[in-house]
């Protein structure tokens, strides 16, 4: 392919021609919607609001991130 | 090709984290130290009070982590961990827009998807239930206060990806410019009337310093800005690496 000749930056402001079809990312998009849900949710709510583990373990251990990233913490 | 975008992304995205927590320890930290001084200084007064008047003295909080853990290991692991997630939902939103979204290359693309992102996720929603540092608001109302956080949020979202959309179809007839203005106003309607017909929450203490609180609020926005700002940047690299398979 011709494009390997090119470095990585010189392809940062070239078009893709054809994009990634959709039957090809709905599975990941599953999976990233998923496993962002559960980051946000232990950082940001779990021993909050709502709670899957008993104690303040989790809560206590990110406390300052959730208080940081903007999230009601307590 | 998409499970090795979000791979990168997960790993843009702890790097991200990395940055992060640099900035939350530089510039947020401060502002968490004399928040919890002041939360202290309250609950001492409240128990010496309760003691002069020969009440039981009210139980201190129970210390779990020490606030060295909790202002180091702890908030490192909060920043990686929603880094990590937010580097794969980024590689996603990527995998999608590039080559469907106008004429742009992958690096134009990825600093739009940081911008819209950092706007929907957490400004818009910050601008109606700003960031609290501890201190500030009350124990009891926490899932009222967090429902209504997150409620807010996926109407940021929803609405963001809705004008978008109502942008796409009215472009063709209206032409870019109008229909983006179009567009645009909708947005604003939308958010407008969140912003209203939401409940406000005042729970700040009336003796909280004002200087602490903008600075904590500052320094938040500061640490969403260098979380999406560097995925954006690095996930462009990883989008013109993509575009050469």
């Known amino acids: ?74 | 090709m998409v499970g090795q975008l979000v791979f990168r992304g997960f790993i843009v995205g702890i790097v991200a984290g990395l940055l992060a927590f640099g900035w939350a320890k530089t510039f947020g930290e401060p502002a968490v130290a004399v928040a919890i001084n002041f939360e202290t200084a309250q609950h001492e007064a409240e128990a010496a009070a309760a003691v002069a008047a020969g009440k039981p003295r009210p139980p201190d909080d129970p210390v779990i982590f020490s606030r060295a853990v909790q202002s180091g290991i702890g908030l490192l692991t909060g920043m990686v961990v929603a880094g990590a997630g937010l580097g794969c939902l980024f590689a996603i939103l990527f995998a999608f827009a590039n080559g469907r979204v106008g004429n742009l290359g992958p690096g134009p693309i990825s600093i739009l998807i940081a911008l819209f992102g950092l706007i929907s996720v957490y400004v818009v929603p910050a601008l109606k239930y700003p960031a609290n540092p501890p201190s500030v608001g009350e124990p009891d109302t926490i899932k009222y206060r967090t429902g209504l956080y997150f409620l807010m949020m996926a109407i940021s979202i929803a609405t963001t990806l809705g004008a978008l959309r109502l942008r796409r179809s009215l472009a063709p007839r209206y032409g870019s410019w109008n229909g983006s203005l179009l567009a645009l106003g909708a947005y604003l309607v939308v958010i407008a009337a969140a912003f209203t017909l939401l409940p406000g929450i005042n729970e700040v203490p009336a003796t909280f310093p004002a200087v602490t609180l903008w600075n904590f609020r500052i320094a938040s926005l500061g640490i969403q800005t260098v979380l999406w700002g560097s995925i954006g940047v690095m996930f462009g690299y990883v989008g013109a690496w993509a575009s050469r398979q």
């Open chain 1, 1 to 74: 392919m011709a494009t390997d000749e090119k470095s990585v930056a010189a392809l940062l402001d070239v078009p893709l021609k054809v994009a990634i079809p959709l039957q090809k990312i709905v599975p990941w998009a599953i999976f990233g919607v998923v496993f962002m849900g559960l980051a946000y949710y232990f950082v940001g709510a779990e021993q909050g609001a709502t709670s899957i583990f008993s104690g303040m373990s989790i809560h206590e251990f990110v406390h300052d991130a959730r208080h940081l990233l903007g999230f009601p913490c307590h």
